[in-house]
């Protein structure tokens, strides 16, 4: 590794030191039906958003919430400390596409039809609300 991607490098880590955050890869449903259950909880505080999850109909809510706790764990091995009521909101998540996998499925007169098996990748920050006031 040359100097100068070292140097990046070692910035990068130090900036990621302040955020916390938990990622979820290969998810095995398309990210539009993902983004449906994200767009519900963007921006709530941290318990409001679980108690939406948890009641949720949408498969991807299960998902979800599990990452959701993750994260909240991760703050607070990252701040030695459990995070209070109301102190944590969710800063940003989004979802990205993940591996598409094809396949064939019979169709009339010989032909076959093409089935996309598509995944996603979830990362969600949360943060607390007193960081953004001082």
Same mark, same amino acid.
């Given at each position: &590794?040359? !100097? @100068?991607?070292?140097?990046? !490098?070692?910035?990068?880590?130090?900036?990621?030191?302040?955020? *916390?955050?938990?990622?979820?890869?290969?998810?095995?449903?398309?990210?539009?039906? &993902?983004? *449906?259950?994200?767009?519900?909880? +963007?921006? &709530?505080?941290?318990? +409001?958003?679980?108690?939406?999850?948890?009641?949720?109909? =949408?498969?991807?809510? !299960?998902? %979800?919430?599990?990452?959701?706790?993750?994260?909240?764990?991760?703050?607070?091995? =990252?701040?030695?400390?459990?995070?209070?009521?109301?102190?944590?909101?969710?800063?940003?998540?989004? %979802?990205?596409?993940?591996?598409?996998?094809?396949?064939?499925?019979?169709?009339?007169?010989? +032909?076959? *039809?093409?089935?996309?098996? @598509?995944?996603?990748?979830?990362?969600?920050?949360?943060?607390?609300?007193?960081?953004?006031?001082?």
């Amino acid at each position: &590794m040359g !100097a @100068r991607k070292k140097i990046a !490098a070692e910035k990068m880590k130090e900036a990621r030191k302040t955020l *916390y955050f938990a990622k979820l890869k290969g998810v095995p449903s398309s990210p539009r039906k &993902m983004r *449906y259950v994200v767009d519900m909880i +963007r921006g &709530m505080e941290v318990n +409001r958003a679980l108690g939406i999850l948890r009641f949720s109909k =949408k498969a991807a809510a !299960a998902d %979800v919430e599990k990452l959701l706790r993750s994260a909240i764990a991760n703050w607070e091995v =990252k701040n030695d400390r459990k995070a209070e009521d109301g102190e944590l909101y969710i800063s940003k998540v989004f %979802v990205d596409e993940g591996v598409t996998m094809k396949r064939m499925r019979p169709a009339p007169q010989g +032909r076959g *039809y093409r089935i996309r098996k @598509r995944s996603n990748h979830v990362t969600l920050f949360v943060d607390a609300k007193t960081n953004d006031e001082k």
